[in-house]
């Protein structure tokens, strides 16, 4: 099973910008969806956004559409998430995640596909 570690989480103000960190074991972005998630305390894990495995084909939580933006270095077997114009409530732990098969040309947002996923990375946005 892949393995995935997360990092970049930190204390930022509200409107500045972070970019986090997901190194996987091994190289799976030609063969499984791969996504970012949240989640606050007190409320369900959310489903940010995601990369199809050979389309490429991203999608996005209308929650943060136009503020993040998911990206891979397959040299590095990394995937980022630039976040932009922090808001308070995007405070939460933030994890990435894998799974799926190599058909999906759009990986869905719901946490019940993937399989494997990091230990997360708090991100505290304050004013």
């Known amino acids: 099973q892949v393995q995935l570690v997360e990092s970049g989480g930190g204390s930022v103000q509200a409107g500045g910008s972070l970019r986090l960190s997901c190194v996987t074991s091994?190289?799976?972005?030609?063969?499984?969806?791969v996504a970012w998630f949240r989640q606050a305390p007190g409320k369900e894990r959310e489903g940010l956004g995601s990369?199809?495995?050979?389309?490429?084909?991203?999608n996005y939580a209308d929650s943060v559409k136009g503020r993040f933006t998911i990206s891979q270095d397959n040299t590095q077997n990394t995937m980022y998430l630039e976040m932009n114009s922090l808001q308070l409530d995007d405070t939460a732990m933030y994890y990435c995640?894998?799974?799926?098969?190599?058909?999906?040309?759009?990986?869905?947002?719901?946490?019940?596909?993937?399989?494997?996923w990091g230990q997360g990375t708090q991100v505290t946005v304050s004013s």
């Open positions: 995640a894998a799974g799926g098969l190599q058909y999906y040309t759009l990986c869905p947002l719901g946490a019940g596909l993937y399989s494997s």
């Open positions: 091994t190289n799976i972005f030609s063969s499984k969806c």
């Open positions: 990369i199809a495995p050979r389309s490429r084909r991203e």
